[in-house]
């Protein structure tokens, strides 16, 4: 379950982005999740919501944007997408991974005019 | 009004960042780091017991092992007269960087030649998080089944050599030997592979050559 210090640490980064930002809430994030990426989005979804809690971070929805694997072939260069398994034309299995490795907190939307509430440290 | 701000920042930044303080602090300190990873039972804990025993006069060896729970495993290898670091990961599936830092200077890993890292039994999470180590190693054994290789294929894409253990109970199971070998080598064709039964002690050398030929090239590099 690595899905909960994966949320942690978008949790952290967004507050971390939103204060060299002015502060405020954060009220949305974008997040690039590589089809290789061994993160299960409902899983992170769940973990985000919990680790969130009583931060400026609650309640902000998340996007996750699924990045298709890109391969290119070892043996004839070719790009494709699909799996490791999966044969380029050539017959070549395998391949440089090109995308799909992914984890990535591309942006966050802060609420500017929402004012921090008091004593909150996350 | 909200205003959306470009963070283009890796999740795990933080945990790559550590890991090459880790692999810089390794190279520097010419202590060879081995990152053993499997599914639980797969026979990891086994291994390095024979390894210590084999090896831990031969050279300065220590082990670092991680475990959601328990000293078992740490107290089964430091029995062999090995210096073994525990690390409780309380529930997480999966060792991170700095945990390593930590235990490596406990350890004092500057006046080691080989530092074993027994990672948590997963065959997920620990692809995730590189610890700063110079090889990855996995371990799977006959009796989960030939077609672990294809379905969780990271850990297999990362590794330099692939251990497969239990063979002896190979001739007991349906494990195909060939299906599970092409899937790793279709997703990693330089993949090394040493085939052994740790319980019983068979094909041990071939992975004690192995450890002692990649401490000589790391020290060369």
């Excluded at chain 2, 899937?183 to 319980?199: F, G, H, L, Q």
């Amino acid at each position: 379950m690595h899905e909960t210090s994966v949320a942690q640490r978008m949790v952290d980064t967004a507050i971390e982005v939103a204060d060299q930002n002015g502060g405020g809430r954060v009220v949305g994030m974008s997040l690039l999740l590589g089809e290789m990426t061994c993160v299960e989005p409902d899983t992170l979804r769940f973990a985000f919501g919990v680790v969130s809690r009583g931060t400026r971070v609650e309640g902000c929805p998340l996007e996750i944007v699924r990045v298709p694997t890109r391969l290119r072939c070892r043996a004839c260069g070719a790009e494709r997408g699909g799996d490791l398994l999966e044969l380029c034309a050539c017959g070549m299995p395998g391949g440089e991974v090109l995308a799909g490795r992914e984890l990535r907190l591309a942006t966050i939307d802060i609420d500017e005019e929402a004012a921090r509430p008091a004593g909150d440290q996350g | 009004m909200s205003k959306e701000i470009e963070v283009a920042r890796d999740v795990l930044q933080d945990n790559s960042q550590n890991a090459e303080a880790n692999r810089r602090r390794f190279c520097r300190e010419g202590v060879y780091v081995v990152n053993l990873m499997s599914g639980p039972g797969a026979g990891k804990t086994t291994l390095l017991e024979s390894t210590a025993e084999a090896l831990g006069q031969r050279l300065r060896m220590a082990v670092i092992t991680g475990d959601i729970a328990t000293t078992r495993d740490a107290d089964r290898i430091g029995r062999h007269g090995v210096p073994t670091v525990q690390i409780n990961t309380g529930g997480a599936c999966h060792i991170e960087a700095h945990q390593i830092a930590r235990a490596a200077d406990d350890l004092k890993a500057g006046k080691l030649d080989l530092l074993i890292i027994e990672n948590v039994g997963n065959l997920v999470c620990p692809a995730e998080f590189d610890l700063g180590e110079h090889d990855k190693v996995m371990m799977l054994s006959c009796t989960e089944g030939h077609d672990k290789p294809g379905k969780y294929p990271l850990m297999f894409k990362e590794s330099r050599a692939l251990i497969l253990n239990k063979m002896d109970l190979q001739p007991h199971t349906n494990f195909d030997v060939q299906a599970a070998l092409a899937d790793a080598r279709a997703i990693n064709p330089t993949i090394e592979v040493i085939k052994m039964s740790a319980w019983k002690g068979e094909g041990l050398q071939a992975w004690f050559d192995w450890l002692l030929a990649r401490i000589a090239a790391t020290r060369r590099a």
